[in-house]
């Protein structure tokens, strides 16, 4: 997608890093045909309000439209008058209260139309040229050359339309086109309710940009031609949907030779000529091909089926944290007279077989690939751009992250939208299963009782008004993604079905049509999901939880939504924050409520309680937002740990509520919009290791969990405590293993750490080394004081931190820290890498572990991966707890 749109609103920093990583690499959708370009630049547009002309003139060659706004395609509305400066940005302070919402303007404020000169000359011998919308919100007419191109107003955000445009090419080679988009049909007020009245969802279309608890309304409800636009030229027969399942049959291992996989593959092809077309169908998947002869008839769609393959030897594809992510190319062409091309596609298929089935030990649903159990950790999304500004290369960003937490699923919440393709080969590339909600949440479509709806559950439950437009786009976007590895999981809805007949249309026709080999789940919390705990099925808590709540209560066995808090830190904060909001929250213990700035309140606040005061009277937002880091990671670390302590016991999987903002939320995030993480990550980072030795800190049982298929043998386990001074104390070391995907507990240290840290607490490391004494696995506890208090680490000396920094190559730095012998520990060092000159960060950069800290006498390395091309004076900021003032000061990179 294109660069121009991809972070319009981010500061200007943030800018240029991004703008280097977009020319730094190209991840394009590979599912393109022969010969496909988008039209993404030189699009204007104006009011429907300022337009007396109809479409047939505006799209006519003699219109003069120079003088029309620049408009932002792919985009909405509201991105192009940003881009124009014609509105304040919305995620910054309080500006979205300053645009006008179309509820109160009504429809026509935010109907505009869109055109757009191209040059595409006729097509010859045959060849047919075709008009592509990926995307439109909510409904189009579409004009080229002075023809109306579709006979009745399309409609449907989730649907993509193509017209055959062969016979509208003007013979000179320049063209016209022009589209009105109009708004989505039922507007929503946005009276602070999740998905405000409810009526959004009358739509099939977004449900949050009417608001949510995380986010505040989008005022034009993305109203636009938001998806990519394309020119397309075939032969006289073109390839459309393409469908490649993999068999993998019995048990798999990543390693070692592999008995054959089974390649099916159909695909649909259109000749839409007068006369019959005979053509070969084919595809070529690791040097063999398949094929098939066909005569299509005239003006015919027909689907081919081809012959089964037998895939030897093959490169499995496997979840993050299991195995690699191998990925074939495989080449779909239709060949006319045995010899002229006519269409050819290229799909990126990982081969691998997605299973479910029930865990009657745990009372859920357990997930498979391959024939191996994956126990999933999960983390809720909404989508990656509320302002619907997508690109190849934020959604890369993005699930790299999710990677890097050690997850391996996502879960697409059902208030948003299927997720584009990019999204997707994104998750190809890193491993992550998705689970994929389909449009409708339990706020809007009726589940509850809610005094802000303005319609009764019985109503709503009924919600959208157009169940064919519903089920049109349900077939629509499972065609789009259904030949992508990471899909794994489909579901009705969030919370809560679609109406029934949906629900039997999809359970009984359309999936087993056009997707049989997934697991259908019929909403988000269902008991098909989980059952029999809690006297039902659910999700939660949310909210922040003492790290007993993950370790000691037995929550739903596959939880699709767990977690809360997410406040980043204050250099984050002041992306968006002016500087007179910036006031630390007040938590008032005997009202149990907190005193929120409006601007913090307004963007989403989720309370910490006592948490943070638990490090030391807060003394600033900074402060504020430097402990809340502490409480963040540990949050994130004890959730994970906690889970898996009790996998295939108690549980099946987990999924965060959630993990990412399509805005400047507070909440429910491992990193912010601007893609800069904060501590949530590396707690999740460090909780989550496939191998990983972790403390129970309720009963001080010290624990091994190994989520691989190997099991792990002859390891020295080590455990020591460190006072506030740094004093070691060597509580022991012993050998230990552990087989595959199980947890094994090895010896509580429960009475010697609450004797260490009863006066002003103590530190707790864990170690895992392999016979070379390589470090497996390491993990750091801070523990609390016999008052459940952090009051030691308010008062620690300076440590004796050095670090050294160097360019491994371009877009890559090895830092290492190093802290002497005899000295404190060196504690939650932040690494950020910076523009020498600004000292701002680099956005995005991606640490292969941070806020780290370093024992005395030890030494740590981290790699940063960044966006290389143009990048110079860089340096490395390390910002530590107790990083004395003389040490803090920024490194320089040595080549």
Same mark, same amino acid.
């Given at each position: 997608m294109? #660069?121009?749109?991809? %972070?319009?609103?981010?500061?200007?920093?943030?800018?240029?890093?991004?703008?280097?990583?977009?020319?730094?690499n190209?991840?394009?959708?590979?599912?393109?045909? #022969?010969?496909?370009?988008?039209?993404?630049?030189g699009?204007?547009?104006a009011?429907?309000?300022?337009?007396?002309?109809?479409?047939?003139?505006?799209?006519?060659?003699?219109?003069?439209?120079?003088?029309?706004? &620049?408009a932002?395609?792919?985009?909405?509305?509201?991105?192009?008058?940003?881009?124009?400066?014609?509105?304040?940005?919305?995620?910054?302070?309080?500006?979205?209260?300053?645009?006008a919402?179309?509820?109160?303007?009504?429809?026509?404020?935010?109907? %505009?139309?869109?055109?757009?000169?191209?040059?595409?000359?006729?097509?010859?011998?045959? $060849?047919?040229?075709?008009?592509?919308?990926?995307?439109?919100?909510? !409904?189009?007419?579409?004009?080229?050359?002075?023809?109306?191109?579709?006979?009745?107003?399309?409609?449907?955000?989730?649907?993509?339309?193509?017209?055959?445009?062969?016979?509208?090419?003007?013979?000179?080679?320049?063209?016209?086109?022009?589209?009105? @988009?109009?708004?989505?049909?039922v507007?929503?007020?946005a009276?602070? =309710?999740q998905?405000?009245?409810g009526?959004?969802?009358?739509?099939?279309?977004?449900?949050?940009?009417?608001?949510?608890?995380?986010?505040?309304?989008?005022?034009?409800?993305?109203?636009?031609?938001?998806d990519?636009?394309?020119? #397309?030229?075939?032969?006289?027969?073109?390839? +459309?949907?393409?469908?490649v399942?993999t068999?993998?049959?019995?048990?798999?291992?990543?390693?070692?030779?592999?008995?054959?996989?089974?390649?099916?593959?159909?695909?649909?092809?259109?000749?839409?000529?007068?006369?019959?077309?005979?053509?070969?169908?084919?595809?070529?998947?690791?040097?063999?091909t398949?094929?098939?002869?066909?005569?299509?008839?005239?003006?015919?769609?027909?689907?081919?089926?081809?012959?089964?393959?037998a895939?030897?030897?093959?490169?499995?594809?496997? &979840?993050?944290?299991?195995? &690699?992510?191998?990925?074939?190319?495989?080449?779909?062409?239709?060949?006319?007279?045995?010899?002229?091309?006519?269409?050819?596609?290229?799909?990126?298929?990982?081969?691998?077989?997605?299973?479910?089935s029930?865990?009657?030990?745990?009372?859920?649903?357990?997930?498979?690939?391959?024939?191996?159990?994956i126990?999933?950790? $999960?983390?809720?999304?909404?989508?990656?751009?509320?302002?619907?500004?997508?690109?190849?290369l934020?959604?890369?960003?993005?699930?790299?992250?999710?990677?890097?937490?050690?997850?391996?699923?996502?879960?697409?919440?059902?208030?948003?939208m299927v997720?584009?393709?990019?999204?997707?080969?994104?998750?190809d590339?890193?491993?992550?299963?998705?689970f994929?909600?389909?449009? =409708?949440?339990?706020?809007?479509?009726?589940?509850w009782?809610?005094?802000?709806?303005?319609?009764?559950?019985?109503?709503?439950?009924?919600?959208?008004?157009?169940?064919?437009?519903?089920?049109?786009s349900?077939?629509?976007?499972?065609?789009?993604?259904?030949?992508?590895?990471?899909?794994?999981?489909?579901?009705g809805?969030?919370?809560?079905?679609?109406?029934?007949?949906?629900?039997?249309?999809?359970?009984?026709?359309?999936?087993?049509?056009?997707?049989?080999?997934?697991?259908?789940?019929?909403? !988000?919390?269902?008991?098909?999901?989980?059952?029999?705990?809690?006297?039902?099925?659910?999700?939660?808590?949310? $909210?922040?939880?003492?790290?007993s709540?993950?370790?000691?209560?037995?929550?739903?066995?596959?939880?699709?939504?767990?977690?809360s808090?997410?406040?980043?830190?204050?250099?984050?904060?002041?992306?968006?924050?002016?500087?007179?909001?910036?006031?630390?929250?007040?938590?008032?213990?005997?009202?149990?409520?907190?005193?929120v700035d409006?601007?913090?309140d307004?963007?989403?606040?989720?309370?910490?309680?006592?948490?943070?005061?638990?490090?030391?009277?807060?003394?600033g937002?900074?402060?504020?937002?430097?402990?809340?880091?502490?409480?963040?990671?540990?949050?994130?670390?004890g959730?994970?740990?906690?889970?898996?302590?009790?996998?295939?016991?108690?549980?099946?999987?987990?999924?965060?509520?959630?993990?990412?903002?399509?805005?400047?939320?507070?909440?429910?995030?491992?990193?912010d919009?601007?893609?800069?993480?904060?501590?949530?990550?590396?707690?999740?980072?460090n =909780? $989550?290791?496939?191998?990983?030795?972790?403390?129970?800190?309720?009963?001080?049982?010290?624990?091994?969990?190994?989520?691989?298929?190997?099991?792990?043998?002859?390891?020295?386990?080590?455990?020591?405590?460190?006072?506030?001074?740094g004093?070691?104390?060597?509580?022991?070391?012993?050998f230990?293993?552990?087989?595959?995907?199980? +947890?094994?507990?090895?010896?509580?240290?429960?009475? @010697?750490?609450?004797?260490?840290a009863?006066?002003?607490?103590?530190?707790?490391?864990?170690?895992?080394?392999?016979?070379?004494?390589?470090?497996? !696995?390491?993990?750091?506890?801070?523990?609390?004081?016999?008052?459940?208090?952090?009051?030691?680490?308010?008062?620690?000396?300076?440590?004796?931190?050095?670090?050294?920094?160097?360019?491994?190559?371009?877009?890559?730095?090895?830092?290492?820290?190093t802290?002497?012998?005899?000295?404190?520990?060196?504690?939650?060092?932040?690494?950020?890498?910076?523009?020498?000159?600004?000292?701002?960060?680099?956005l995005?950069?991606?640490?292969?572990?941070?806020?780290? !800290?370093?024992?005395?006498?030890?030494?740590?390395?981290?790699?940063?991966?960044?966006?290389?091309?143009?990048?110079?004076?860089?340096?490395?900021?390390i910002?530590?707890?107790?990083?004395?003032?003389?040490?803090?000061?920024?490194?320089?990179?040595?080549?």
């Open positions: 294109p #660069q121009q749109f991809l %972070y319009t609103s981010v500061k200007p920093k943030i800018v240029f890093a991004l703008a280097v990583l977009l020319a730094l190209s991840f394009n959708n590979k599912a393109k045909a #022969q010969s496909s370009y988008e039209l993404n630049t699009w204007k547009c009011a429907i309000a300022d337009v007396k002309e109809d479409g047939l003139k505006l799209s006519d060659a003699s219109y003069n439209s120079t003088a029309w706004m &620049p932002t395609v792919p985009g909405t509305v509201l991105t192009t008058l940003l881009n124009n400066k014609k509105v304040p940005d919305p995620f910054y302070g309080m500006n979205n209260e300053k645009i919402d179309i509820y109160k303007t009504g429809a026509k404020h935010y109907t %505009y139309w869109f055109v757009k000169d191209f040059k595409e000359a006729p097509a010859a011998n045959g $060849g047919q040229v075709y008009l592509n919308f990926r995307g439109v919100n909510y !409904s189009c007419d579409v004009f080229l050359n002075g023809h109306k191109l579709n006979k009745s107003a399309q409609k449907g955000m989730f649907l993509r339309f193509s017209y055959n445009i062969t016979s509208y090419l003007n013979k000179t080679g320049n063209n016209k086109l022009a589209v009105i @988009v109009y708004p989505p049909d507007l929503g007020n009276n602070g =309710g998905g405000g009245d009526t959004i969802a009358r739509n099939v279309g977004l449900q949050y940009t009417a608001g949510w608890d995380w986010i505040q309304p989008v005022r034009d409800r993305n109203t636009g031609i938001w990519k636009v394309t020119i #397309q030229k075939t032969g006289a027969v073109r390839i +459309t949907d393409t469908h399942i068999v993998v049959p019995g048990t798999r291992l990543p390693e070692g030779p592999q008995k054959p996989a089974i390649i099916q593959m159909e695909t649909e092809v259109n000749n839409p000529t007068a006369a019959s077309v005979t053509g070969v169908v084919s595809y070529d998947i690791a040097g063999a398949v094929s098939k002869s066909v005569t299509l008839k005239p003006y015919a769609t027909t689907t081919v089926k081809l012959a089964d393959h895939l030897q030897n093959p490169k499995l594809w496997w &979840p993050n944290g299991y195995g &690699p992510q191998n990925l074939y190319d495989v080449k779909v062409k239709f060949t006319i007279a045995g010899k002229q091309l006519s269409d050819h596609k290229v799909l990126k298929v990982g081969v691998r077989e997605i299973q479910s029930w865990n009657e030990h745990t009372g859920s649903r357990q997930i498979a690939v391959n024939g191996q159990k126990f999933i950790k $999960g983390g809720n999304w909404i989508l990656s751009d509320a302002m619907l500004r997508l690109s190849d934020r959604y890369d960003a993005e699930v790299r992250f999710h990677r890097d937490m050690n997850l391996n699923l996502i879960r697409i919440w059902g208030g948003a997720e584009r393709p990019e999204f997707y080969d994104a998750c590339r890193y491993g992550m299963l998705v994929q909600d389909l449009w =409708g949440s339990g706020d809007c479509n009726g589940r009782v809610d005094p802000m709806k303005l319609d009764d559950q019985w109503t709503r439950r009924k919600y959208p008004d157009d169940h064919g437009l519903f089920l049109r349900a077939e629509d976007q499972i065609k789009m993604v259904r030949n992508h590895a990471s899909l794994a999981i489909w579901c809805g969030n919370e809560i079905t679609p109406p029934e007949d949906i629900l039997i249309a999809l359970k009984e026709d359309i999936f087993p049509r056009l997707d049989n080999t997934r697991w259908f789940v019929d909403y !988000s919390n269902s008991e098909e999901m989980s059952n029999n705990v809690l006297g039902g099925n659910g999700d939660g808590p949310y $909210g922040i939880q003492p790290l709540v993950f370790w000691n209560f037995k929550t739903y066995p596959f939880n699709s939504e767990v977690g808090v997410g406040v980043s830190d204050y250099e984050s904060l002041k992306r968006f924050i002016p500087a007179k909001n910036m006031v630390a929250p007040d938590y008032d213990e005997n009202t149990r409520k907190s005193k409006s601007v913090w307004y963007h989403k606040y989720i309370g910490y309680d006592t948490s943070v005061a638990k490090y030391g009277k807060i003394k937002a900074e402060d504020f937002a430097r402990k809340a880091q502490l409480v963040n990671y540990d949050q994130y670390r959730l994970a740990e906690g889970f898996t302590s009790h996998m295939w016991d108690w549980y099946t999987g987990f999924i965060i509520w959630k993990t990412q903002n399509p805005w400047t939320a507070m909440r429910g995030q491992m990193y919009y601007y893609l800069d993480p904060n501590a949530c990550l590396y707690g999740l980072h =909780g $989550g290791e496939a191998l990983h030795v972790m403390y129970n800190p309720i009963n001080g049982m010290v624990s091994l969990a190994n989520n691989t298929f190997k099991p792990s043998r002859s390891m020295m386990l080590v455990i020591k405590a460190y006072d506030m001074a004093k070691e104390k060597l509580i022991t070391q012993v230990c293993d552990i087989v595959p995907t199980s +947890t094994k507990k090895i010896l509580s240290v429960k009475n @010697v750490m609450d004797e260490m009863a006066k002003e607490g103590a530190f707790l490391s864990l170690q895992l080394l392999d016979t070379d004494k390589k470090v497996l !696995s390491d993990n750091l506890y801070w523990i609390a004081d016999s008052k459940g208090e952090y009051s030691g680490l308010e008062k620690m000396k300076d440590d004796a931190l050095t670090a050294q920094a160097r360019y491994i190559k371009p877009g890559k730095i090895e830092v290492t820290l802290n002497k012998p005899n000295s404190v520990v060196s504690f939650f060092n932040r690494i950020s890498l910076v523009d020498a000159g600004t000292k701002e960060r680099i995005p950069a991606f640490y292969d572990n941070n806020y780290i !800290s370093v024992l005395p006498g030890e030494q740590k390395k981290v790699i940063i991966e960044y966006p290389a091309a143009g990048l110079k004076n860089l340096a490395v900021d910002d530590g707890w107790n990083t004395a003032k003389s040490n803090s000061q920024l490194l320089k990179i040595k080549n």
